[in-house]
């Protein structure tokens, strides 16, 4: 595998994938495709399919490709490991993350660092380290707590931020980043991806709503339903979800022979018929 560990954002091709969880197919054909440098939202409603395709994507081992092809920057992500996946330069913010009492902030960070080979002078660390906190208004403290333990919603989302702007991945998968967080920690938090977003790294923003997508400003939305991608467009898309809700897309193409994508003039103009 090639050293990415200062590579440029790459392109993520997901062409016909099918995915099973405890033999119950979730996905079910996903077509998808995340230019280098760009920001893409992949909204639907529950059960849709979305954080399957996030945990397929960065190589959970509980969900069965059946079908389909994934790739990112031309390798096969389906043919790598998780931690593969993470070193080629995938990252994914978890909707719940995980405690772990023991490992301070501190210590994870640079054992993350130094897995992916981009280990860094203890000075220079401390220093990115102090930096990037100060950038997400993280109390100094933090260092010293223990990863996600006792930690409050808006912290768990806070770190999962500081621990990209530390990693610098190519392409960030964000699994519904903005539940839980109050006005100002959501306003945090996108800055925070905002700031890292651009010709380094690319970001897939998983969500029900539009709210996040007002700071992320996404080059494409596109819609999951029933485990495949209904509709894409631009962030008039994300308006119109906002405005009048999944009914008018889901409604006219649940009834479609070909369950196919359609245009949003095509979706908006049968959803007013």
Partial sequence: MPDVSTGQAADLVVRGLTVSVDDKE????????????????????????KSTLAYTLSGHPKYTVTA???TFGGE????????????????????YPTAIPGVTTVNFMRAALRAQGKEMPAREFIRRLNEEMAALRIDESFRARYIND?????EKKRAEILQMAMLRPRLSILDETDSGLDVDALRTVANGVTRLAGPDMSVLAITHY??????????????????????SGGPELASQIERDGYEP?????????DGGRRSLTGVTAEAQA
């Fill in 76 to 95: 096969d992500l389906l043919a790598l490991p998780a931690d593969a996946r993470a070193r080629l330069g995938l990252f994914l913010c978890f909707q």
């Fill in 68 to 70: 389909g092809t994934a």
């Fill in 150 to 154: 006792g930690f409050s919603g808006g």
């Fill in 249 to 257: 897309i889901i409604g006219p193409t649940a009834v479609a022979a």
């Fill in 26 to 49: 979730i996905l079910r054909g996903v077509d998808l495709t995340v230019p280098a440098g760009e920001v893409h939202a992949l909204m639907g409603p529950n059960g849709s399919g």
């Fill in 210 to 231: 539009p709210r996040i997508l007002e700071y992320l400003k996404p080059d494409q939305v596109h819609v999951l339903n029933h485990g495949r991608v209904i509709l």
